[in-house]
Structure formats: C-alpha cells, structure tokens
Antibody
Framework: QMQLVESGGGVVQPGGSLRLSCVASGFTFSRYGMNWVRRAPGKGLEWVALTWADGSETFYGGSVKGRFTISRDNSKNTLYLQMNSLRDDDTAVYYC??????????????WGQGTLVSVSS | DIVMTQTPLFLSVTPGQPASISCRSSQSLQHSDGKNYLYWYLQKPGQSPQLLIYEVSNRFSGVPDRFSGSGSGTDFTLRISRVEAEDVGLYYCMQSIQFPLTFGGGTRVEI
C-alpha cells in the first residue's frame, strides 16, 4: 500500500528557511514525478513545484520561483522542498503528491497527509 | 497563467438530490492530441485532497459512479447524481495543459 509521509514543518520567522521532506513507500519512487501542493488558511489549493522522476527537470509556481527548490533522492525514496526567504503568505499546509505524467498528464493520484508551515514573527 | 474559475463558491444540497459545479478556464484545455487536461479533486474535512476525475470524464479508481464529468475547451462540469452525506467538502478543478498548473478557487459543498 503506497504511502507518502511529509515532515519538517514548523514555525519560522519571515525571511527564514525551512526544508520539508516526503518519504515514499509502497511503490517504485524513482518511476514517478513528484509535486508539492499547498493550501493556505482559508484559501484554495496552490501547486508549488514538480520534479520529474529522475530529477532532471523541475517546474515552479510563480509565487515561489527563485525562493523554493524541489529535489529528490531516489536512493532514499525521499522528496524535498527547500524553502528560503519565507514570507507570511507562505503559511500553509504543504502536501506532497505523486504525479501520473508524462506531460501534459500532470495530475496527482496520491497525496500525503500534509505538514504545516507557519511563517510568523 | 491559466485562470480557473469555479461556480458556485458554495453549494448547499439535500441528500439524494443532484448537484453540479462549473469550472471555466481562461484558455482552452484541449491539447493537440484531442484530450482536455482537466481534473477534479475533493478535499473532505480534515483530510488530504483526493482525485475524483481525470481528463474531464474518467472516474479515478474507487470513485462512485454518482460522480461524472463533462465538457471541452474552456467549460467543464462536475455532476453528482445523488448527493450523499460523505460528499461534503471542497471541490477543485485543475488544469495541466500549461505550467504553472492551476486550480480553481474551490466550491464548498455542504448538506
């Protein structure tokens, strides 16, 4: 049974950094693209980033481009999101989600339980 | 960016009655391969989002057949033939024909 488990969320000051992790199990991680999607309090879902199965390509939403970096370690079945220069509006629950692919079939068939990031002074 | 507009924002339904949600995109979601890359997700209270419908009208594994999707180009609809209590939550449409992937603002369905 496949599972995605996020961790690394917490409280951070504006301008600070945080790294999220998502550990995958129950499927061949290296065969799938992976995404981060977030939901801010009282708002809807927002796609954050995608990395291809081999990590060779990455794509970002406009609000995080240049500040966030998605990466993966297929030997550890782990997806990462390095978040720098955090702002108040980055406060959200962050989900990792498995990508069906290939382009343009980038949709998500399985999601983790989410990890909460709170940016506050 | 492709803007996805959902209506209504809020839907109060009676169990056993039908319901529908509209999703309109600012650009056509039809690819040169003829498919429309439009999806529907449901986030139930306290849960992670879950996939309901992919590529307009295909129900994902385990999704009850009371859910159906239709549309093409820029106009899409999710229908629930007979709403059940477990269908409450936030419904989102999403497009994947162009980066960045974008979601509609969501429709809250309550009983």
């Amino acid at each position: 049974q496949m599972q995605l488990v996020e961790s690394g969320g917490g409280v951070v000051q504006p301008g600070g950094s945080l790294r999220l992790s998502c550990v995958a199990s129950g499927f061949t991680f290296s065969r799938y693209g992976m995404n981060w999607v977030r939901r801010a309090p009282g708002k809807g879902l927002e796609w954050v980033a995608l990395t291809w199965a081999d990590g060779s390509e990455t794509f970002y939403g406009g609000s995080v481009k240049g500040r966030f970096t998605i990466s993966r370690d297929n030997s550890k079945n782990t997806l990462y999101l390095q978040m720098n220069s955090l702002r108040d509006d980055d406060t959200a629950v962050y989900y990792c989600a498995r990508d069906i692919g290939p382009r343009p079939r980038n949709y998500f068939d399985s999601w983790g339980q989410g990890t909460l990031v709170s940016v506050s002074s | 960016d492709i803007v996805m507009t959902q209506t209504p924002l809020f839907l109060s339904v009676t169990p056993g009655q039908p319901a529908s949600i509209s999703c309109r995109s600012s650009q056509s979601l039809q690819h040169s391969d003829g498919k429309n890359y439009l999806y529907w997700y449901l986030q139930k209270p306290g849960q992670s989002p879950q996939l309901l419908i992919y590529e307009v009208s295909n129900r994902f594994s385990g999704v009850p057949d009371r859910f159906s999707g239709s549309g093409s180009g820029t106009d899409f609809t999710l229908r629930i033939s007979r709403v059940e209590a477990e269908d409450v939550g936030l419904y989102y449409c999403m497009q994947s024909i162009q980066f960045p992937l974008t979601f509609g603002g969501g429709t809250r369905v309550e009983i």
